[in-house]
């Protein structure tokens, strides 16, 4: 890929997590010795030992071996939340990196680019032969990569990607989450208003809880004085959504014939929008906005 920098970066993702069952192991034993250190606090040494009191020397069993006889179910508990601990630590590792990656899209609202990096992910992932968490780093890439493209509006490639490019199962949560995005994403860009109202409320939790989705759900139901007000609260968390709120209120307050507050929003968008679709849509509008008619589109971008 051009950028050399993030070529070598995703290369180190990938080669942290060559050996990510033995970090796995090796901080579960130390999430184990240290919830032993607390446990040790409390109840007193865990092996087994003699303790001295007055003049009287006495054998105690220590407390795993006590909860082994007495309450194996503690024990059980111990060993498990070691485990989950330790499963949680590796996820936040892997995220972390990938975080890092997303800052890309995210901060500097530089499609291309992630787009660009997330194609080079999958390509490098599937010339290795996968060891410890590889897989998991490759499987994410994967999903990165479908959501790129429908992030740069490229969603026939997308769907292509998801039914015949993707390597592994299509039963996995992370797929359907994918495939949910993009099926989304192509019923609002060709205005199926049926459509995306029938996926939507099919969709999983997550979908429905993002502001973006319900805004164009109203938008597609023509309610654009309710979208743009809804919008209108929203308090972003990162560039790429405040660029997104900004161009649709645009064309809420568009079609509603609020022309200044739209060419404000349209503004926003062209200047902070950097390689978003949206950003040249918004230019495109900015330089026909005093035009008499201007044609209206099938599509939605």
């Not at 060891?131 to 499987?139: H, I, M, N, P």
């Not at 568009?254 to 022309?259: A, C, L, M, S």
Request: with cysteine; hydrophobic share 40%; aromatic share 14%.
């Amino acid at each position: 890929m051009s950028d050399k920098y993030l070529e070598n970066q995703i290369q180190r993702i990938y080669e942290r997590m060559k050996h990510g069952r033995v970090k796995g192991y090796l901080l579960c034993m130390l999430i184990y010795i240290f919830m032993g250190g607390i446990v040790s606090l409390f109840l007193g040494n865990p092996f087994p030992h003699r303790e001295g009191i007055l003049f009287v020397s006495l054998w105690d069993t220590g407390w795993i071996y006590t909860w082994v006889d007495t309450k194996p179910y503690l024990l059980v508990i111990f060993v498990v939340t070691g485990f989950v601990l330790s499963s949680i630590g590796l996820c936040c590792m892997i995220l972390r990196d990938f975080m890092k990656m997303d800052r890309i899209i995210l901060e500097w609202c530089d499609v291309e680019t992630y787009l660009e990096a997330m194609e080079y992910g999958v390509s490098f992932g599937k010339s290795l032969k996968f060891k410890g968490y590889q897989g998991t780093v490759f499987s994410l890439m994967q999903q990165k990569l479908g959501t790129a493209l429908i992030a740069s509006r490229k969603l026939e490639e997308s769907r292509q990607f998801l039914e015949e490019g993707w390597t592994g199962k299509k039963n996995t949560r992370l797929y359907k989450l994918t495939v949910m995005n993009l099926d989304l994403a192509e019923a609002y860009y060709y205005s199926d208003t049926a459509r995306f109202n029938d996926l939507f409320q099919k969709a999983a939790p997550v979908f429905k809880k993002d502001k973006f989705f319900v805004a164009e759900q109203m938008f597609l139901e023509q309610k654009y004085e309710q979208a743009a007000a809804f919008l209108k609260t929203y308090k972003t968390k990162n560039a790429y959504n405040e660029v997104l709120k900004q161009y649709l209120m645009g064309q809420c307050y568009d079609k509603i014939g609020n022309r200044q507050m739209a060419e404000d929003c349209m503004q926003y968008a062209a200047d902070y929008g950097n390689t978003m679709p949206c950003q040249k849509k918004a230019r495109e509008w900015l330089l026909n906005k005093d035009m008499p008619e201007r044609l209206e589109s099938k599509t939605i971008d």
